[in-house]
């Protein structure tokens, strides 16, 4: 299999905020930039001891007019106290990195991305550093005619980054595209300086308050608490569940699972490996505390799924459950979550490893093809199906 990394070179590293700093990167061939769709993050090779880690970052730039890809990054310190070892990548980034330097990088991935075919108006809701993919998409929006308006929540001015290009497109939009600033601990210069618009969290009375009626695409992003608080909120408004978008620590409707439960403590992936944790908009902090996943890089490919075939059918000898694809079903994860199954995983895309599995019997394909090859008996189910019948070790 081909490696699908290039060498990017650090053209600018530039300060965001207290905590957030972006990255300009331009390909060292010359050649032109990757593609990429609004809400998709690059992949990045990080050294780790004798190894290296993959860790992943949301493109925050203007996927269709910046002559680089940009990825704003947070510095992950862990909390005091603890035996987890601060972020692996935005450390390095952050300390080590510097303009000049050159990076391994891996093409955009992730389906987390803008509907640029619809007409509808869009609510961004974002929490903290899960700005970063609403940004791309905003910067879109803001040469289409769609009415926009974002929310952004976040501890204090200190620490929000790219607050100045969100009040930038707004200001520059004749009131087609509204931001608001929600502060949760605002300092004495957000006040001095009016750097927010509201005290406290964005709540069902905020959005009422804020958000006219309208028939709203809703892209979500930010904290497990922030997306299950703001799901239950937006659900209860009337939105309909199938215009929320969003990408998690889950299944497709591991959000809805969440909401419908009483608030407690958020819940990660079984075996989350913090090189997932890293990724922007798949925030769940207690994913830090598993080791990370020392994997190389290999070729990306078309995400889109085949039809279901008759006969395609995947036996989990552990479980002793059998169950048929169907055209609706994309993947083999999907297809064991559907019959009740709960397999770890994590990235959901074929980078993290976290939910291989021993091929006892059987063909398998890849409707995306995985970072790194799997060794041979091993599948990633996460996007993986069967050829015909499997036997899985599940």
């Not at 891996?106 to 869009?122: C, E, I, K, N, Y």
């Not at 591991?254 to 608030?263: D, G, M, N, R, Y």
């Not at 078309?302 to 993947?331: C, I, L, Q, W, Y």
Request: a negative charge; charged letters at 25%.
């Amino acid at each position: 299999m081909a490696d699908a990394f290039r060498r990017f070179r650090v053209a600018a590293k530039v300060r965001e905020s207290d905590v957030v700093t972006s990255f300009h990167l331009t390909p060292v061939d010359g050649g032109p930039l990757w593609q990429a769709l609004p809400g998709q993050y690059l992949t990045l090779r990080v050294p780790n001891g004798d190894g290296s880690v993959l860790k992943t970052y949301s493109l925050s730039g203007d996927v269709q007019l910046d002559s680089f890809h940009r990825i704003s990054v947070k510095r992950e310190c862990a909390p005091d106290g603890s035996e987890v070892p601060d972020g692996v990548g935005s450390c390095w980034l952050h300390d080590h990195v510097g303009e000049g330097d050159t990076l391994d990088i891996a093409p955009p991935r992730g389906g987390f991305v803008l509907d640029q075919d619809s007409t509808r108006p869009v609510l961004l809701l974002a929490g903290g550093i899960g700005i970063t993919p609403l940004l791309a998409m905003a910067k879109v929006l803001s040469r289409a005619k769609r009415r926009v308006r974002i929310f952004h929540a976040c501890e204090n001015g200190d620490v929000q980054a790219l607050g100045p290009e969100l009040k930038a497109l707004a200001d520059a939009s004749e009131g087609r595209i509204t931001l608001h600033v929600t502060h949760r601990a605002p300092t004495g210069r957000d006040r001095a300086e009016a750097r927010f618009d509201s005290e406290g969290v964005i709540d069902k009375a905020l959005l009422q308050a804020h958000l006219p009626l309208d028939d709203y695409e809703v892209y979500l992003c930010g904290p497990t608490g922030f997306m299950v608080a703001l799901y239950r909120t937006l659900t209860a408004l009337g939105i309909d569940r199938s215009r929320i978008a969003y990408e998690f620590f889950g299944t497709a409707s591991s959000l809805e699972t969440l909401a419908a439960k009483p608030v407690s403590g958020t819940r990660a992936a079984s075996q989350a490996p913090k090189a997932i944790a890293a990724l922007v908009n798949l925030t769940d902090p207690e994913a830090w505390a598993v080791p990370e996943t020392l994997v190389p890089m290999a070729s990306d490919r078309n995400r889109e799924a085949p039809d279901g075939a008759a006969g395609d059918t995947v036996h989990f000898s552990r479980s002793g459950v059998t169950a048929t694809m169907g055209g609706d079903v994309r993947t083999i994860l999907e297809l064991a979550e559907g019959a009740g199954l709960e397999p770890d995983f994590s990235c959901r895309s074929g980078i993290c490893n976290t939910c291989r599995c021993t091929l006892v019997e059987g063909t398998v394909s890849y409707v995306e093809e995985p970072l790194e090859t799997p060794p041979t008996g091993q599948v990633l189910i996460c996007c993986a199906r069967p050829e015909g019948r499997v036997v899985l070790e599940l």
